[in-house]
């Protein structure tokens, strides 16, 4: 199964047009953007996913987008706004995961970025894995993206299995995001098949979200889901 998760979301109105939809990570993001987001309004975010979770309903994972934070930022953050996992969007080292997975029990998930032009720091599966392995055992899941993050453009997607194959030893999710949309997610997932897919401009409308691109966006991930288990 891929998961779906929809990033950069800011307004409660947004958020509870698509918590009906199959969706399985709802992203903050807390990083300087245009989508970015206050632990104060992500709070009352939050606040409406706990309440239908505590009413029994199915409702998404929350996920906070952090830049090279400090662990007192965290600390600050998930006072205010309590997140399911933790994702670190920047140079954050092993060590740091691991403490923030002991510190404030969350999952942590570190993103690695692809440059567009397909270069990456290893073009080979044993040097993806030599640069990853610092990280076993200190991440609960990974996810890839274009270089700068935030730009809607798709990185070299044949960077993908070199990663996908350390993902799979260490079993944990590897979920793709950059420049994902509508129109393009069924070729990633045919050809790829990742565990996760992440979208955020890509389901946008003049950069404000739009529920029919989100609904869009999901049920074709969910279709292409249906027919491979045909």
């Given amino acids: ?12 109105e ?11 990570h709802i992203g ?8 970015q987001v206050t632990p104060k309004q992500a709070g009352e975010l939050t606040r409406l996913v706990r309440e239908r979770r505590e009413r029994g309903q199915a409702v998404p994972f929350t996920v906070g987008v952090f830049v090279n934070p400090t662990l007192e930022q965290l600390e600050e953050t998930l006072r205010d706004a309590p997140l399911d996992i933790v994702q670190l969007h920047g140079s954050e080292s092993p060590d740091f995961c691991r403490r923030v997975k ?10 690695f970025s692809v440059t567009g032009d397909g270069s990456s720091g290893g073009d080979a599966e044993a040097e993806a894995a030599l640069a990853l392995e610092p990280y076993a055992g200190r991440i609960d ?35 793709v995001a950059g420049g994902l949309n509508p129109d393009n997610i069924a070729s990633l ?5 990742p565990d996760g897919v992440d979208v955020s401009s890509g389901v946008e409308t003049d950069g404000t979200k739009d529920v029919g691109k989100i609904t869009a966006f999901v049920e074709r991930v969910k279709r292409h889901e249906s027919h491979a288990s045909a």
């Fill in 28 to 35: 903050f993001l807390f990083a300087k953007s245009k989508r």
């Fill in 141 to 175: 899941g990974m996810l890839l993206d274009t270089a700068g993050g935030g730009t809607g453009v798709a990185f070299d997607w044949s960077r993908i299995p070199a990663y996908q194959a350390w993902a799979r030893r260490q079993g944990i999710p590897l979920l």
């Fill in 1 to 12: 199964m891929t998961t779906v998760k929809i990033c950069g979301l800011k307004d409660a």
């Fill in 189 to 193: 997932i045919e050809a790829y098949g």
């Fill in 102 to 111: 002991e510190a404030f029990g969350v999952r942590v998930y570190r993103v």
């Fill in 14 to 24: 947004t958020l509870s047009a698509i918590l009906h939809l199959p969706i399985d």
